[in-house]
């Protein structure tokens, strides 16, 4: 009977792999906990390997994801609009980070189990014009797609869309509390890897875009 148990959960593992999703701590502690297991790993792999994907991490090991372990034509195309996609939402998230470090006051970056309350942001946010003028543009976005010109509903529309995503979740569906997941810390490297490799710049961008909003 544990067998079958360690079997059905290991089933739903891999299914959240093959959808794009990433396990963390957050987003499945005990998913999470089966990934940091070294033998529960190697049979995760082992499966994985039979249809040409491999397990995959981020954050030191903390954070997994699935991607391919060989690379023919199908796989590539496949590739490429993914990262093409990630890149077309580089600037607006960055540029959500930093309002969210900005309208929480924290010096810390958003890293994975951060807690958000939405309702303080959105007073901080509607008491400073600056803030409200980052959140206006940053909501704008394709990203995010509002065209409110209410702080409530373009706030609320960019974390739902970041629920969406997989970049926060929201435990408690009577509360506005999210919790930033391992795909934030995902995100982190992905910027890092593209500014060394391409020099973007992309975190000095969106801080320019910060100070331009302030001025």
Known sequence: MEQVTLMASQGELVERLLKGEFICRTSGEDQWR??????????????????????????????????????????????????KEICQALIPMVEWLVLMQEASGQDASLVEGSALRLTELQTRIEDTPALREQLTTLSQYRLFGSTSTNVDAQIKLVFKRLVELGYLLKPNPEKQIYLATGKVDYLYEVIRFIDETEGLQLEAQAETATQRDLL
Do not use: D
């Open 34 to 83: 089966a990934l940091k297991n070294p033998a529960n790993r190697e049979q995760i792999e082992h499966y994985l390997n039979q249809i040409n994907r491999t397990l995959c991490s981020a954050a030191e090991g903390e954070v997994f994801f699935c991607g391919y372990l060989q690379l023919g034509e199908h796989e590539r195309k496949v590739i490429s609009a993914q990262f």
